[in-house]
């Protein structure tokens, strides 16, 4: 079965933004790239599709409602591969972790993974993070965010689709519980030094006064090794709402 057909057949995962293709929209941070996907991948889809992916709606979810409990919720955007988002899902049981991408591929790797590992407490949704956060998750609400090595677009005519701008900051920040943060990972020293700005311009706290020291909870990914293969520094942004 193709991308195209698989979509064609779960019209649930085809639309990853809510405004009509073609539409208006002032920043937009990703890019869609096809990737042939395994036969793993597929039945991953096919069987466990409605057990551990949320889908976008109009109206506010919770934590008691996607996961049965009311154990803290941290949202995890742009997970990549997912090496990160199932491994800290494992070591946090207490955790509930709602993981956004729009990437198919990794989608469906993390979806055959939940499956493989039994995890209770992960769940993911392949849309787009903005409209999700705006339209799905109460304000005051998250306990944490975890975007690990977001899209650098290091081309300066293309900063302006760089994820950690001041609108989705506060947007972040909005929806963030009192002592709740955003942790952020980047390879990039220009794109880390933005974050720092735009984090602390929106009323967060940062305990660290500059980048933060390696957190030892936070799994390697596979763009952490790329970064480090490129003689890159790895530099962490943690700010806590007050």
């Not at 466990?48 to 009311?70: P, T, W």
Request: hydrophobic content about 40%; aromatic content about 12%; some cysteine.
């Amino acid at each position: 079965m193709t991308e195209e057909q698989l979509l064609n057949k779960y019209p649930s995962l085809a639309r990853v933004e809510r405004r009509e293709a073609g539409s208006f929209r002032q920043v937009k941070s990703f890019v869609l790239r096809g990737q042939k996907l395994k036969d793993y991948q597929i039945r991953a889809v096919e069987e466990h599709l409605d057990d551990y992916a949320v889908f976008y709606r109009n109206g506010l979810i919770s934590s008691q409602e996607i996961f049965g409990n009311s154990n803290p919720m941290v949202i995890e955007i742009g997970f990549g591969m997912g090496e990160a988002t199932v491994q800290i899902a494992k070591d946090n049981p207490g955790i509930n972790y709602l993981a956004i991408e729009v990437f198919l591929y990794g989608f469906t790797k993390v979806l055959s993974r939940i499956d493989q590992e039994g995890l209770k407490n992960l769940k993911i949704m392949r849309f787009d993070a903005t409209e999700v956060l705006e339209d799905m998750i109460a304000d005051n609400s998250v306990r944490g965010f975890h975007i690990f090595f977001p899209d650098p677009w290091p081309k300066k005519r293309h900063h302006n689709r760089r994820l950690i701008q001041t609108p989705f900051a506060q947007l972040l920040a909005s929806k963030l519980e009192k002592g709740g943060y955003i942790y952020c990972v980047t390879d990039w020293r220009e794109y880390a030094e933005e974050m720092l700005e735009v984090l602390s311009g929106c009323g967060l706290k940062n305990p660290y006064n500059g980048f933060a020291p390696a957190i030892e909870w936070r799994p390697s990914t596979g763009f952490e090794r790329k970064g480090l293969e490129a003689q890159r520094e790895i530099l962490e942004v943690y700010t806590v709402k007050e």
